[in-house]
């Protein structure tokens, strides 16, 4: 059948056998900023244009292979694809991740991020004024039906909370302080699209400037109780430099 074909009632789909291919994670020598580790845990501060780990369209240079080269260990986490990984962030985000290196610390910070006890703050260059001083969005998402590739709010999606404080209002910019309370894809990019403030040079969500750096969007701050020794750990990082030159422009306008 052509892609283009829609199923109607009764109709019968057979699909052949398709090969099984096992996708090889190879270590490659990726500079990491290393923001804390002992011998359960990473964070790390990812760089903006950087996928996490390997899939469809990225089968290398992601954050996975340059953490298999500098942490052989990792190797030995059940996940093969996504070893270490406790939560991601999107290509085009910096910021903070915490990575597990064993999968006991594994297990334990994602029962933390589904109890929603750990602490995720974002920094996000808006589209559009907010005259609001602070706000909540609770809106569910899901596949967006008219392009599998995004996501959007939905009425059968998952239960999405967003919480935002405004930090400086430009002529035509906000910038926010962001708080997940949950983590579902692309979150604060749909949220705030749906608000009618999508997210600074977003091509998904919002508009493209051309600008290669991509959504104004930055894991500033992450916090989480240690897995083993249950202490609370808590990281920040600034901005990068693309995104500080960014607001310096709109301050001067």
Partial sequence: AKASYRLKMND????GELPITELDIVGEDIPLDIVYEDDWVLVVDKPSGMVV??????????????????????KNIQDSLRPGIVHRIDKDTSGLLMVAKTDRAHQ??????????TKREYVALVEGV???QHGTIRAPIGRDSQDRKKMAVVDAGKPAVTHFEVMERFQTH???????????THQIRVHMAYIGHPLA??????????NDFGQYLHAETLGFTHP?????????RP?????????LRLREE
């Fill in 12 to 15: 019968r789909v057979t699909v």
């Fill in 239 to 247: 901005i990068p430099s693309e995104f500080s030159q960014m607001i």
């Fill in 174 to 184: 906000t910038l926010l302080k962001m708080r997940l309370e949950t983590g579902r």
């Fill in 108 to 117: 334990i910070l994602q029962d933390e991020l589904r109890a929603k006890t």
């Fill in 228 to 236: 083993i020794t249950a202490k609370w750990l808590e990281f920040s």
């Fill in 53 to 74: 780990h390997p899939a469809p369209g990225h089968p290398n240079h992601t954050l996975v292979n340059a953490l298999i080269y500098h942490f052989q260990a990792l």
């Fill in 201 to 210: 040079n977003d091509p998904v969500y919002g508009m493209s400037d051309g």
């Fill in 130 to 132: 907010i005259l609001n």
